[in-house]
T-cell receptor
Framework: DAGVIQSPRHEVTEMGQEVTLRCKPI?????LFWYRQTMMRGLELLIY????????DSGMPEDRFSAKMPNASFSTLKIQPSEPRDSAVYFC???????????FGQGTRLTVV | SQQGEEDPQALSIQEGENATMNCSYK?????LQWYRQNSGRGLVHLIL?????REKHSGRLRVTLDTSKKSSSLLITASRAADTASYFC??????????????FGKGTHLIIQP
């Protein structure tokens, strides 16, 4: 398996634009997590899904952020409109089931100018 | 919100020495996990310790868990330059929906001096 695949690896966009980050979890994994990492706030859990259903989105910063998981092999995190303070590295992770290890993608480095 | 908090924030030691990092958390957990992150890369799982376990070993890694103190420690023995990385603890808790979330601390940045 190729592991968790995220795209794009880098994204530079102008303030106000819509940004879509993509994630392909490992086949057979039923949990998917989205995290945001910054120097100031560390690694924040934004939202996670179990069997494609959002379980807890309390970490989503505000209404500008939305996440979907239309099927077991694909998830998106959308920011609309983007702001400079959204600049961060966004990670997707998946795992087979509860109480097991999570596997991380390489991340998407987002810069909003 | 962040559940775990690592201590120290940064640690610099000589190659060959042992490195100890600590993690404290706030609420009851199912398990606690340690991850490593090299600069510019994703996190990699190191070891998982369940709430009913007190100690676990994996190669040069030793993890302890004290649920009464809500704390864990990660010991890396005989450190190598390649161990230079950030180390994170993550807690697996039960959410209201019955499913589990995995939340991380801010990490300890470990530097091994050759």
């Amino acid at each position: 398996d190729a592991g968790v695949i995220q795209s794009p690896r880098h994204e530079v966009t102008e303030m106000g634009q819509e940004v879509t980050l993509r994630c392909k979890p490992i086949s057979g994994h039923n949990s998917l997590f989205w995290y945001r990492q910054t120097m100031m706030r560390g690694l924040e859990l934004l939202i996670y899904f179990n069997n494609n259903v959002p379980i807890d989105d309390s970490g989503m910063p505000e209404d500008r952020f939305s996440a979907k998981m239309p099927n077991a092999s694909f998830s998106t995190l959308k920011i609309q409109p983007s702001e400079p303070r959204d600049s961060a590295v966004y990670f997707c992770a998946s795992r087979r089931q509860a109480n097991t290890e999570a596997f991380f993608g390489q991340g998407t480095r987002l810069t909003v100018v | 919100s962040q559940q775990g908090e690592e201590d120290p924030q940064a640690l610099s030691i000589q190659e060959g020495e042992n490195a100890t990092m600590n993690c404290s958390y706030k609420t009851s957990i199912n398990n606690l996990q340690w991850y490593r992150q090299n600069s510019g890369r994703g996190l990699v799982h190191l070891i998982l310790i369940r709430s009913n376990e007190r100690e676990k070993h994996s190669g040069r890694l030793r993890v302890t868990l004290d649920t009464s103190k809500k704390s864990s420690s990660l010991l890396i023995t005989a450190s190598r330059a390649a161990d230079t990385a950030s180390y994170f603890c993550a807690t697996d808790v039960l959410s209201g929906g019955g499913a589990d979330g995995l939340t991380f601390g801010k990490g300890t940045h470990l530097i091994i001096q050759p």
